[in-house]
């Protein structure tokens, strides 16, 4: 039976009046007490030490000077469902001790299990990454697609791409905290209170497991004093953000190998095989760390196989920045890739993507291989029938000539056309107009034949015979035949699209 509720009311340090159930804590963790408002829409959650002085600081300024710098320009608003960020300090005498205390949002109710062995858990983003987790524990309605996981993905870059933006670090960026919701493809960035913030605000700890980078593994020994001791970072970011997208997408971690570093000492050989002497496990030349298949338990296959999915399988783009993240920049963190290059390349992907013809693929999508023979490398089964690909062209100035541009659009029944395909000028991201959000045009296989359906665009043009260019009014449509060349506008940032057709 639950206690009765103890409503206390607070007057939060900018005067705003707060209150919270003091009659049980809904959550106790390492450093916090955590209350429930009257209403559940917030948090009030205590610390059990006395903050220092810098630290009080640095929560003044979460709260005040970055809180109003990342939410109060435009597309702010698009921005606030990425984070649970403390929104007042408040302070409380509890017997005989002053604590201070941070209030913030509370989880929103889809980021909550519904149902099944789990219901009313949080779904903390271990449950979806972990393959012992997700293969053994989750329940198939829990797991979501792959083509929601690179949602959550872009979701999670473009949120450390803001921090990054304004000069801060998360500091202990993990699974443990970003809250994930596969079956929406939503994520939210937790724990912000522990940012850290450029000056003379050390971060409180050096990170989770799995999630900490070489750097600050190699030097954790060294004294809080010497200049060669590595802590949490812009840099350390961007190499946990690398190992959850290669998490989220693959369902295997890409250092835990079958690589020894110390047999004789289980907790040096960690930090070693993590830290100084990491490698890829997916490295292409040094196979030292190469998974033990025979040696997995049945919950780790068949996402534990490199061989069967190796991290190419997930597209170009994402290829390029997994070397560079844990071949070039594993041991060298300037060269790892930047959030917003993983949120343009996660985009990219989103573009190169086909529903699986086999309803019983536990993935639903797979990335295109640009092979005349496409197939879903995750359950094998080939693509049958008539595939049409939109190959962008752009003019790099006025009056140039189209060149390619390197990036795609593959079409399937019901997909959508933006103005982010048709203008160079418009990007997917949090700044993007409502306006934009909605789709330009629509693809559908229609009496045997793919079409485009032109919904809003004013000057849609089949230029496919350079002496007779065609237009496509609204609400009209454009076969998709080999060599189709649609321009999309007038201006010098619309671009062509050259269609390509595969059959198979």
């Not at 060294?222 to 997208?245: C, G, W």
């Not at 000539?401 to 399937?412: A, P």
Request: glycine share 6%; charged share 30%.
């Amino acid at each position: 039976m639950s206690k009765p509720a103890r409503i206390i009311k607070l007057t939060a340090i900018d005067g705003t009046p707060i209150e919270f159930d003091a009659s049980e804590p809904i959550g106790s963790g390492a450093m916090k007490d955590v209350y429930f408002s009257p209403d559940k829409s917030y948090v009030v959650a205590f610390y059990r030490k006395e903050q220092s002085t810098n630290s009080r600081e640095r929560l003044d300024m979460i709260v005040g000077k970055f809180a109003k710098q990342l939410f109060g320009g435009k597309g702010g608003d698009n921005l606030k469902n990425l984070y649970c960020w403390p929104t007042h300090i408040v302070e409380w005498e509890h017997k005989g001790i002053k604590k201070t205390g941070i209030v913030a949002p509370a989880y929103r109710d889809n980021f909550f299990f519904h149902g099944g062995r789990f219901d009313g858990k949080e779904k903390e983003g271990k449950w979806f990454a972990s393959p012992k987790l997700r293969n053994k524990m989750l329940e198939p309605d829990q797991k979501g697609d792959w083509l929601k996981y690179l949602l959550i993905c872009i979701k999670i870059s473009r949120a450390v791409k803001k921090l990054h933006a304004a000069g801060l670090a998360h500091s202990d960026l993990s699974y443990k905290n970003v809250l994930v919701d596969p079956l929406k493809g939503d994520a939210c960035i937790i724990d912000i209170d522990g940012l850290v913030v450029p000056g003379k605000y050390p971060p409180d700890v050096a990170g989770t497991p799995d999630f900490i980078a070489p750097e600050v593994l190699e030097t954790q020994s060294l004294s809080k004093n010497d200049p060669n001791k590595q802590v949490p970072s812009i840099l350390t970011d961007r190499y946990a953000l690398a190992v959850l997208i290669y998490m989220y997408l693959l369902y295997r971690h890409p250092l835990k190998g079958r690589m020894v570093c110390d047999p004789n000492d289980s907790g040096n050989d960690e930090q070693l095989c993590m830290g100084k002497y990491a490698l890829f496990v997916e490295h292409p030349s040094d196979k030292r760390n190469r998974p033990d298949t025979g040696r997995m338990e049945p919950y780790e296959l068949p996402q534990g196989d490199v061989e069967k999915y190796p991290y190419t399988l997930c597209g170009p783009f994402l290829k390029e920045l997994f070397e560079k993240a844990f071949i070039e920049g594993l041991h060298t963190p300037s060269k790892r890739p930047t959030a917003d290059e993983w949120e343009q390349a996660l985009i990219k992907t989103i573009d190169l993507i086909q529903p699986c013809q086999n309803n019983d693929c536990d993935y639903k999508w797979f990335p295109f291989d640009n092979t005349k023979k496409p197939k879903c490398p995750f359950c094998g089964r080939k693509y049958k029938g008539v595939l049409p690909i939109l190959n962008f062209y752009y003019r790099p100035r006025p009056q140039d000539s189209f060149r390619n541009e390197k990036n795609k659009l593959m079409v399937y029944n019901g997909q959508s056309l933006y103005k982010w395909h048709v203008d160079r000028n418009v990007h997917p991201n949090e700044k993007i107009d409502n306006k934009d959000k909605k789709p330009v045009g629509d693809f559908h296989f229609h009496n045997g034949r793919w079409i485009l359906i032109n919904r809003s665009l004013p000057d849609l043009f089949d230029v496919t015979d350079p002496d007779d260019r065609k237009h496509i009014p609204v609400n009209t449509s454009i076969a998709l035949e080999d060599g189709t060349k649609i321009l999309c506008g007038r201006s010098d940032s619309s671009r062509l699209f050259i269609v390509q057709v595969v059959k198979s």
